[in-house]
């Protein structure tokens, strides 16, 4: 602005940069993934990326991918939740017992199993925001106390197994040509959402990206999802538990970026004495926040008793550390007011993947604990270390 006779020449330029910037730190998960894929698609043959294997590490990475939606925005909020894995075996424990010893159909345990994790995250909301007791203790104080119910109204023992449709949540497919349909909508959603997007720029006068690049990231956007789809219809089609974590991801991510409720997070998190002094119910939020992730959690329950077809006293557990890893990996900062699901998802993904790859290479199973500790080390030391730069 201060040397007006350059400005077309800059802007030209810019624009090109713009046009043909690759914006490196945006994809460093992306090119994590791949790279895990192709090492350890090296190291057996490419069956870790056959059709049968990747199906598989959908249905796996599932239940953590449903915790780490809620978990991010617990983190975001400046919280924590050590209570999921125990949630997790209590409602899906709660809904098994239901059906298997009681009778109850399919639809009454899964709302009762939702209905408790609702309660549940009331409880621990409570403390939390009217209460003032810390989030880390109450949910520390949360994980005792629901595995030792769980143990307590199953009698220790494993319950199973559940009916056919229950069973059918977390091993079911959709039909080839439902996956493809599907496919084809969320590319053209895409493409509407780019062209929503950028009408709405020019309209308030904002700068624009090129058209290159806008519509060159969904053309690469649109050739992975089609690619994936096929890839999973060569085996049985596409995992109903994956659907149910892209809906539960899309929902979320329209409440954490499109909502006042999600703004708010994020200023609870970043500054919570601006957030109060802004107006903020701070109180409110949190606890909501808190049922959310009951809700959740009871979901990823419901999904791991699907799988299992069978209800254990163990179910759940260590399931919170890694809904955290699968967060931090993401990068959701443990300070709170940063971060994001779908970067939460693929932290998921990372995560499975590196267990998936490990096992088929028959690798032991400490190597495998001590390298995704190495992982979530790393992953924390390099969001302080971006924080001390910005800062």
């Known amino acids: 602005m201060k040397n007006p006779l350059p400005t077309t020449t800059l802007g030209n330029r810019t624009d090109q940069k713009v046009q043909w910037n690759f914006d490196f730190r945006s ?13 350890f698609g090296f190291l057996t043959d490419w069956e870790f990326v056959s059709s049968r294997n990747l199906s598989n590490l959908f249905m796996q990475m599932s239940v953590i991918s449903v915790l780490a939606i809620g978990m991010t925005m617990i983190i975001i909020a400046g919280h924590i939740d050590l209570s999921v894995g125990s949630v997790v075996g209590l409602t899906g424990g709660i809904a098994a017992i239901l059906q298997v010893w009681h009778g109850w159909g399919t639809i009454s345990v899964i ?14 909301g409570w403390w939390v925001a009217y209460r003032g007791v810390p989030a880390f203790i109450v949910t520390l104080g949360g994980m005792l106390i629901f595995r030792g119910i769980l143990i307590g109204i199953s009698n220790g023992e494993t319950v199973a197994p559940l009916d056919n449709s229950f069973e059918a949540i977390g091993n079911s497919y959709l039909p080839y040509a439902i996956g493809y349909i599907l496919a084809i909508v969320s590319i053209i959603l895409l493409f509407v959402s780019v ?14 990206n090129s058209k290159a690049n806008d ?6 956007y649109s050739l992975c999802i089609f690619v994936l789809v096929y890839m999973l219809n060569r085996y049985y089609g596409v995992p109903i538990p994956m659907l149910i974590v892209v809906l539960l991801a899309m929902i979320f991510v329209f409440i954490a970026v499109k909502t006042p409720f999600g703004r708010y997070i994020y200023a609870i998190g970043g500054n919570i004495e601006a957030a109060a002094l802004s107006g903020i119910n701070i109180k409110r939020v949190v606890l909501s926040v808190f049922v959310l992730m009951g809700i959740l959690s009871a979901i990823a329950g419901v999904l791991l008793t699907s799988r299992l077809n069978a209800a254990t006293v163990s179910a759940g557990e260590m399931y919170e550390l890694d809904a955290i890893a699968a967060c931090v990996i993401g990068g959701t900062s443990l300070m709170g007011g940063r971060g994001n699901i779908v970067g939460a998802i693929i932290g998921a993904l990372i995560m499975a993947s590196i267990d998936n790859g490990m096992s088929m290479m028959n ?16 992953a924390v030391w390099m969001d302080i270390s971006n924080k001390d730069k910005a800062s």
């Open 27 to 39: 994809y460093t998960l992306i090119i994590a993934l791949f790279l895990i894929a192709v090492i």
């Open 363 to 378: 690798i032991e199973t400490f190597w495998q604990y001590i390298v995704k500790g190495l992982i979530l080390v790393i």
């Open 215 to 220: 519509y060159g990231k969904i053309l690469g």
């Open 111 to 124: 709302l009762v199993a939702i209905a408790a994790g609702a309660l549940i995250g009331l409880w621990q």
């Open 195 to 208: 062209e929503r997007n950028r009408k709405k720029r020019k309209e308030l006068g904002l700068a624009l």
